[in-house]
Structure formats: structure tokens, C-alpha cells
């Protein structure tokens, strides 16, 4: 085995019967360029782990937690499609029913750190679990590549909270909030169900959540070739440790510049449609 002691000194050690023992590299001459060359390896990779480092230090200092709020953000499968403009490539898989996680996003910040990078490996023991509650419904975008960009563009920046400071930490708190803000059992509670027919003011859809989310979320709809407005996103305020009764007006105005996501606030002059899920025909719910 080599090794390498600090930047100039290389032993080889050797294992014999008795005991390991070290020898000099000069009395091995056969050996002393296998040595120089595996010493030389060893240190520009330490040098190269260095520069790193320090890219992802000054990365930080500069995207130190600029932001105070966060929105956990969560889309309707049965009106995502109506969303997109190119409807052909969407998909709704058979065994989504229910609100599924568009991401959590850190106000004001974006893509806070290109150089910490995110592996299928670290969502492996997650994966079950992420891909039943946070699937692509994009047919050309497999889940792992969704959440590859909900993590470089999102995650980056909320990794600034220990809570949340590497991916596996940062899934973990989004499906945290996922069980936790249970949407679906809190409408049908309160008698909204999906439906064609049925449409419900924006007061009764948001009065049914209040008692979940309190009063600080949005309601965002799309309009579909009818002109109804559809029920499409559910935006959710929330602190840097998960917890409701974060208000950032000035951030929410700011990311409105930056945030392009689809959708729009949902009127409170006309009724709203809440879509049932058709997965044989996604593109056209209501068909």
C-alpha cells in the first residue's frame, strides 16, 4: 500500500510474515515510479477536493440564507395538463389520486450553488415514497430529472438551514410537509369533491383549508378551452423550520418577477372548477 505524508514524503509499506515494516523508496527502484506516480494521483486529488471546498465556501457566503420564507407548493394532478402548452406530453399515472408536491422554494433566491450536485443514489431509500407523492407528469421528464431540478434550482438555496442542508435532508423536510399539510382529507371533509359539474367559490375552497393552513396560502387556477377556471396549484407559506405563520409580502412580490411557474390567483368573482382525475385522457378532463 502507498502512502502519500504531506506534499513530499512517500512510504511504501509491505506486509510480511512477521509484521509490516517500512522500507525506503529509494531501495526500491523498481518501484519508485509506481510510487511517484501514485503519490502524484493521490495529491492532485486532494488539491482538486480543495478547490471545491473553497468554490463551495465562497457559494455560501454569498447565498447565506437571504430569504425568510419559503413556499411549499402543491399541484392537482387532474388540471396539471390544461397548464402546459404542449398537452401531448403530458401523463397522469395510474396510481396518483391524490395532491401530489410541486417543491418547496426559498423567496427571492434561485440556483444558489451549481457545485453541490444531487445523485439518484441519495434518493434511493426515498424513492418509493417521493415518487408516489412528487412524480414527473412530464412524459419526456423521468421523476429523477424533475427532482434533480427542484433540488438545483430550490434546494440550493434552502441547504443554507441545517434542517435542510443536504438533498436527502432537504426531500425529507418537503415530504415532512407533504403528510403533514393533509389536503385532500381536509376538502373532502368539508364536502368539496372533484367534479364536472360542481364548481365552488374561491371562500368555500379556501375556507375548507383554513383550519389546516391558516389564512396565508394562495389558490392558483388555470382556464381551461371553456373559459372555466380550474383549480390547479395550492401555494402554502411557511418558515425556514416548516412551520405555518410566515409572512413575506415583500418576498412573495419579488418572486412573482422571478417565478414563472404556470398559473394564475385564482378569481374571487367567479366560481372555481375542481377537476377530477382522468387518466386515460389527462389533456381533457372532463371529457
Given at each position: ?19 509490516s515494516?517500512?522500507?525506503n ?24 477536493l480543495?478547490?471545491?471546498q ?12 437571504n ?6 407548493t ?6 396539471f ?19 401530489t ?16 450536485p ?11 415514497e ?7 407528469f412530464?412524459?419526456?421528464?423521468s421523476?429523477?430529472?424533475f ?17 435542510m ?9 418537503v ?11 381536509a ?63 415583500e418576498?412573495?412580490e ?22 377530477p ?11
Amino acid at each position: 500500500m502507498v502512502i502519500c505524508d504531506g506534499w513530499f514524503t512517500c512510504k511504501t509499506f509491505f506486509q510480511h510474515d512477521r509484521a509490516s515494516e517500512s522500507v525506503n523508496v529509494s531501495d526500491i527502484a523498481s518501484d519508485k515510479m509506481s510510487v511517484i506516480w501514485v503519490c502524484s494521483a493521490v495529491l492532485l486529488i486532494g488539491w482538486v477536493l480543495a478547490q471545491d471546498q473553497a468554490q463551495w465556501s465562497t457559494s455560501e457566503i454569498s447565498h447565506s440564507c437571504n430569504w425568510t420564507c419559503m413556499l411549499f407548493t402543491l399541484q392537482w394532478p387532474g388540471s396539471f395538463c390544461l397548464s402546459i402548452d404542449n398537452k401531448n406530453i403530458c401523463r397522469i399515472p395510474q396510481d396518483i389520486q391524490e395532491w401530489t408536491i410541486h417543491g418547496l422554494w426559498p423567496l427571492k433566491d434561485h440556483y444558489c450553488c451549481a457545485c453541490w450536485p444531487i445523485f439518484h443514489s441519495h434518493l434511493q431509500e426515498l424513492e418509493p415514497e417521493i415518487s408516489q407523492l412528487w412524480p414527473s407528469f412530464i412524459k419526456t421528464r423521468s421523476d429523477f430529472a424533475f427532482w434533480k431540478d427542484e433540488w438545483i434550482k430550490h434546494g440550493t438555496c434552502a441547504g443554507c438551514v441545517e434542517n435542510m442542508g443536504s438533498p436527502v435532508l432537504y426531500f425529507k423536510t418537503v415530504l415532512k410537509l407533504r403528510l403533514l399539510f393533509d389536503v385532500d382529507s381536509a376538502l373532502a371533509n368539508a364536502g368539496i369533491k372533484p367534479s364536472c359539474n360542481v364548481s365552488y367559490k374561491h371562500d368555500a375552497l379556501h375556507g375548507a383549508l383554513e383550519p389546516l393552513l391558516g389564512d396565508n396560502f394562495v389558490l392558483q387556477c388555470v382556464t381551461d378551452g371553456k373559459e372555466r377556471e380550474a383549480w390547479v396549484q395550492l401555494k402554502i407559506q411557511v418558515s425556514k423550520n416548516a412551520t405555518l405563520g410566515c409572512r413575506a409580502t415583500e418576498e412573495l412580490e419579488s418572486n412573482k418577477v422571478t417565478n414563472t411557474t404556470y398559473g394564475h390567483p385564482c378569481p374571487t368573482n367567479t366560481t372555481i372548477f375542481y377537476f377530477p382525475i382522468n387518466h386515460k385522457h389527462p389533456k381533457q378532463p372532463c371529457t
